[in-house]
C-alpha cells in the first residue's frame, strides 16, 4: 500500500515506489513570476479590445446554455480561450475536499473525498496537505479541469461557522503553512489553485451582507498573516474575494485588500477572480485591483462584459488596467503550467484506488483522541461483545454540504435533500459509503460487532448492557450557507450518550462534525474520538485507531469551548437582525435575493487574538485546548534551549517514552515579556518516533508571529528585549518554558 500511494504528484516531482527502489522523474521547474508576467504581457500587446474583455468576465455552465461555442461541462465556472493566441480555454471546480460534484450535475461522476480539512489540520502536518492537493489536482486534470476553488484559509473566529469544516482552524501559522502546502500539490499537476476567502469571510450568516470590522494591525496579524503564508508557500495562481465587505467596502471592490495589501504590499502576481455572486460594480472594482467575475450569471450584472468594455471607451477605466488584468489572469495561468499543458481531449478514470489510500492517511493523521480515562483505547482483547451504536455507522460516515461537497466512490448510501436554508438549492445531507461497522467487524473478526441504530432507547440500553463495550456514533452536520444555531449535538445525542454511559461504564464516543461541540456527558464517558468529517475512507480511518492499527496523532486546530458563552461572540451576528427569509437570501447568492438587503456589522473584538489567544487573554479554561491531543503511547520533552539575537531558535530532544511506535507534535508558543499579548504559536514539526527513540528537533520561529505589526513603520517590528518560549504539548500547557532575548528588527508589510 505505501508503494501505490508513493506513486502520487509530490511538489515538482513524480515519486515511483516499486519493491525498496525510488525513482525521482523530475517534471519541468515552473517559471518565475516575472518570466510569466513578461510573457503575458507579450500576449496581451497581441490582443484587441474585445479579445480582452472576453478573458476577464465566465459563465456559470449552469446557466449559460448557449453562450459558449465550446462544451459547457457542469460544473462552477468556464472562461472561453483564445485559439489564435494559444489561451487555453479554463473549466474551474469547487475543490476544497475533492473535485465536487454537489448535487451530481454531472450524472455518474464521481471523485475521491478527503476528509475535512479541520481532519487536514489536525494532523499538523505539511505531506499530507500536500498530498491531498496532489490528488486532487491529479483528478481534476483527468476530468478536464485546469482551475480549482481550493486553498480555503479563513480563522475560525466563531465556532458555529458552518463552513469551518472547510477551511485550516483559528491559529495563522498552522492555517497558511498547511494551506500553502496544500495549494503547491494541486498545482504540481499544472492545475491552478485559488486561495479563498479574501477576507474576514468568518460566518455564512449574512455573508452576502455583513461587514466585517478590524483594526489594520491586528488584521495583519491574524488573517492576513494565514493568507500571506499561504501565498508565499504555496504561489496560488489566483485570489478569489469574499462575499462580505470588510471595514465597509465589498471585498471585491476593495482597495485597502486588492490594490495595497495583496498587489503591492505582496506583489502577488496573479490574477482576482470573484465568488460566484459577489461582484457589485464595474468601475469601482476594476479600478481598486479586481480582475475577473466568476460565474457572471449569478451577479445582478455582467459587469466586466459590455459594462466593462465601455467603461473602458469612455476612460473610466483605462486600457493599462484592463491590459493589468489580462495579464495577471495569463500570469497565474502560465507560471502554474496550465497555459500549456494541454488537458485531456476526453474524460478518463483517475487511479481511485490509489486515491483512496491518501484519503484513509489523512483521516487517520487527523483523527484526535480527546480522552482516554482507564487506556479503554485500544480496543481490548478482552472485549468481545461490542455495541456500536448511532450515527449511521451501519451505512457510512458524514460529510459536510455545500460547494465543498465531493460524490464520492462509493456512493451516497444516504442523501437528504432540505426544504429550508441558505444551501438548499445547492446542498444535501450527505454520507460517504465508509461504514465504521463494517470495518469493525473485518478488523476484530473473532469479536461479536452489532449495531443499534439508537432510536429506541430501550432497546438500545439493553445492548449497551449486554455488551463489554459500546461506541457511540453521534453527527452534527454543518454546511456552507447556514451556521449551526448552537454547538450541542442535534437530534437528542448528548441525552443518548449520557443514558447509554450510564448503562455501559466503558463507553467510546465518536464524534462526526463540523468542528467543536460541547459535552455535558464528558466526565462519565472514559475516551472520546474526534473524527471530523473522515472521508470516504473514513470508516476503515475510524476502525483502525479504535481498534490500535494506528496510533491516534491528531492534534485540535480550533479550541473546543466548555461553554458557548466563552466564545467572543455568543451567537452568529445577524440573526436578530435578519428575518428567516432574509437569512437564507443573504446566504445563497443565486437567488439574487440578497442585493437589496442593508448590511450589518460584525466588529471582531478580539483583533488578532483568536481562539485560544482570546481564552488566554480572558482567562478561561476551554473544554480542550487548541494543540490537544493524546496517543496510545507517550512522549517527554528534555533539553530545552533557546537561542535569541536577531532570530529565535529553539531545540530540544522529544522521546518516545512508551511501547508503541507514534507522532507526536512538539508545539512552540511565544510572547515578549512586558506585555500584555497572549502566547503565539511560532513552530510545530509532526515527529514519528518509535519507542525508546529520541529525536533532536530544532525549530527557528515565524519572525511574523514574534513580530507586532506597525501601522506607523509600516510593517513588522520586533521590539528588543526578553521573550518567553513555551515548548508544549498543547496551548495551554506552560510545564517547559526558558527565555530568550531578541534585538530589534522590522520587516515590510
Not at 496532489?134 to 484559509?153: Q, T
Not at 449551526?484 to 441525552?495: C, M, S, T, Y
Request: hydrophobic share 45%; glycine share 10%.
Amino acid at each position: 500500500m505505501a508503494g501505490r500511494f508513493n506513486r502520487l504528484l509530490i511538489g515538482a516531482s513524480i515519486i515511483a515506489t516499486a519493491g525498496s527502489a525510488t525513482v525521482v522523474l523530475a517534471q519541468r521547474s515552473p517559471p518565475t513570476a516575472a518570466a510569466a508576467r513578461a510573457r503575458a504581457d507579450a500576449l496581451v500587446a497581441r490582443m484587441t479590445l474585445d479579445e480582452k474583455i472576453a478573458l476577464v468576465h465566465g459563465l456559470f455552465p449552469p446557466m449559460a446554455a448557449g453562450k459558449s461555442a465550446n462544451e459547457l461541462i457542469p460544473s462552477a465556472g468556464h472562461i472561453d480561450g483564445n485559439a489564435r493566441l494559444g489561451v487555453p480555454l479554463v473549466r474551474e471546480s469547487d475543490a476544497s475536499l475533492g473535485v465536487a460534484n454537489q448535487v451530481e450535475q454531472r450524472k455518474g461522476d464521481v471523485a475521491t473525498a478527503l476528509p475535512s480539512s479541520l481532519a487536514t489540520a489536525a494532523s499538523f502536518d505539511t505531506e499530507i496537505a500536500r498530498a491531498g492537493g496532489a490528488m486532487i489536482g491529479a483528478e481534476a486534470r483527468s476530468k478536464r479541469f485546469n482551475v480549482l476553488l481550493a486553498g480555503g484559509v479563513n480563522l475560525t473566529r466563531d465556532p458555529w461557522n458552518g463552513r469551518n469544516f472547510e477551511y485550516l482552524g483559528e491559529d495563522p501559522l498552522l492555517a497558511g503553512t498547511l494551506a500553502g502546502a496544500h495549494i503547491a500539490g494541486v498545482q504540481s499537476n499544472g492545475i491552478v489553485s485559488t486561495v479563498k476567502h479574501f477576507a474576514l469571510n468568518a460566518q455564512e450568516t449574512g455573508r452576502t451582507v455583513a461587514d466585517a470590522r478590524i483594526g489594520e494591525a491586528a488584521f495583519r496579524m491574524s488573517d492576513l498573516l494565514a493568507f500571506e503564508l499561504a501565498i508565499e508557500q504555496g504561489h496560488p495562481g489566483a485570489v478569489m474575494c469574499a462575499y462580505n465587505k470588510v471595514n465597509g467596502d465589498w471585498a471585491c471592490e476593495n482597495e485597502f485588500l486588492l490594490n495595497q495589501v495583496l498587489k503591492r504590499d505582496w506583489h502577488y502576481p496573479g490574477w482576482v477572480m470573484s465568488d460566484w455572486g459577489a461582484v457589485h460594480s464595474t468601475v469601482k472594482a476594476a479600478n481598486v485591483g479586481f480582475d475577473q467575475q466568476s460565474g457572471q450569471e449569478l451577479d445582478r450584472a455582467p459587469y466586466f462584459s459590455a459594462p466593462l468594455k465601455a467603461a473602458v471607451e469612455s476612460g473610466k477605466v483605462s486600457p493599462r488596467r484592463l491590459d493589468d488584468m489580462v495579464a495577471r489572469y495569463l500570469t497565474g495561468l502560465i507560471e502554474t503550467g496550465a497555459f500549456d499543458r494541454a488537458m485531456p481531449a476526453k474524460a478518463e478514470t483517475p487511479d481511485y484506488a490509489v486515491h483512496a489510500l491518501v484519503a484513509q492517511r489523512a483521516a487517520e493523521a487527523g483523527i484526535v483522541l480527546l480522552k482516554n480515562d482507564g487506556d479503554l483505547l485500544p480496543l481490548a482483547r478482552t472485549a468481545r461483545r461490542i455495541v456500536v451504536i448511532g450515527g449511521a455507522a451501519d451505512l457510512g460516515v458524514l460529510s459536510g454540504g455545500g460547494s465543498s461537497q465531493v460524490r464520492s466512490v462509493g456512493g451516497a448510501p444516504i442523501e437528504i435533500p432540505l426544504a429550508t436554508g441558505g444551501s438548499a438549492s445547492f446542498a444535501r445531507i450527505t454520507y460517504h459509503a465508509s461504514s465504521p461497522l463494517k470495518a469493525l467487524r473485518a478488523a476484530l473478526p473473532d469479536a461479536e460487532v452489532t449495531f443499534v441504530d439508537g432510536r429506541n432507547l430501550n432497546a438500545t440500553l439493553d445492548a449497551a448492557r449486554r455488551a463489554d463495550l459500546a461506541i457511540v456514533f453521534a453527527t452534527q452536520w454543518t454546511t456552507e450557507a447556514d451556521d449551526v444555531p448552537d454547538l450541542r449535538l442535534p437530534n437528542q445525542q448528548d441525552a443518548l450518550i449520557a443514558a447509554v454511559a450510564a448503562a455501559q461504564p466503558h463507553t467510546v464516543a465518536v464524534l462526526e462534525t463540523g468542528g467543536p461541540v460541547l459535552m455535558p456527558w464528558l466526565d462519565h464517558v472514559p475516551a472520546v474520538v474526534q473524527a471530523w468529517y473522515p472521508g470516504q475512507r473514513g470508516g476503515e480511518a475510524i476502525a483502525s485507531i479504535l481498534t490500535g492499527k494506528v496510533n491516534p496523532s491528531g492534534r485540535l486546530p480550533i479550541t473546543f469551548p466548555a461553554r458557548e458563552a466563552q466564545a467572543p461572540r455568543p451567537r452568529p451576528v445577524g440573526l436578530d437582525r435578519l428575518s428567516a427569509a432574509e437569512a437564507q437570501a443573504a446566504a445563497d447568492p443565486g437567488s439574487g435575493a440578497h442585493l437589496d438587503l442593508p448590511s450589518f456589522p460584525i466588529d471582531y473584538v478580539e483583533g488578532a487574538d483568536v481562539g485560544y489567544r482570546w481564552y488566554e487573554r480572558k482567562a478561561q479554561q476551554p473544554l480542550f485546548a487548541f494543540g490537544h491531543g493524546l496517543s496510545y503511547t507517550r512522549f517527554a520533552y528534555s533539553n530545552l534551549t533557546v537561542t535569541g539575537g536577531k532570530t529565535l531558535t529553539v531545540a530540544f530532544d522529544v522521546a518516545n517514552t512508551g511501547q508503541r511506535a507514534g507522532a507526536d507534535v512538539p508545539q512552540v508558543y511565544v510572547r515578549r515579556n512586558g506585555g500584555d499579548a497572549p502566547m503565539r504559536l511560532a513552530g510545530f514539526r509532526r515527529v514519528t518516533l518509535q519507542p525508546g527513540e529520541v529525536r533532536h528537533v530544532t525549530l527557528a520561529a515565524e519572525p511574523r508571529v514574534i513580530a507586532d505589526y506597525d501601522t506607523g513603520l509600516p510593517g513588522w517590528r520586533i521590539r528588543p528585549g526578553a521573550y518567553t518560549v513555551a515548548l508544549a504539548h498543547d496551548a495551554a500547557d506552560r510545564t517547559m518554558t526558558a527565555t530568550a532575548t531578541l534585538a530589534a528588527a522590522t520587516m515590510k508589510p
